[in-house]
């Protein structure tokens, strides 16, 4: 069974910075693509930042370079740092893996729960 937690979301004021988790547990042979999204209220969940091994690593354009997404293979966790924060950028955010648990199976996508990030004076 595989799991992905988010934490690491909050209060932070405008300019300031967060970095959110997104740890993998259970059985997990190999992850490949790894993603980050967002969602408001009302709002489709948009897609952040995705990360792909030998391919550009993608941002939305509304993050730009704010945003930075990286994985430690070793301890299958992922993550989100977010400088210069800003009040749009205020949603919940939610991790995705594409994730092979054993070597006999096939790739499936898993999203964690989500985490709220909150950017207000």
């Known amino acids: 069974q595989v799991q992905l937690v988010e934490s690491g979301g909050g209060y932070v004021q405008p300019g300031g910075s967060l970095r959110l988790s997104c740890k993998v547990s259970g059985s997990v042979w190999t992850i490949n693509t790894i993603e980050w999204f967002r969602q408001t209220p009302g709002s489709q969940r948009e897609l952040v930042a995705r990360?792909?091994?030998?391919?550009?690593?993608f941002y939305a354009d509304s993050v730009g370079d704010r945003f930075t997404i990286s994985k430690d293979s070793a301890e299958n966790t992922m993550y989100l740092q977010m400088n210069n924060l800003k009040p749009e950028d205020t949603a919940v955010y939610y991790c995705?893996?594409?994730?092979?648990?054993?070597?006999?199976?096939?790739?499936?996508?898993?999203w964690g729960r989500g985490t709220q990030v909150t950017v207000s004076a």
């Open positions: 990360l792909t091994h030998g391919v550009p690593t």
């Open positions: 995705k893996g594409n994730i092979r648990a054993t070597w006999y199976t096939i790739f499936h996508d898993y």
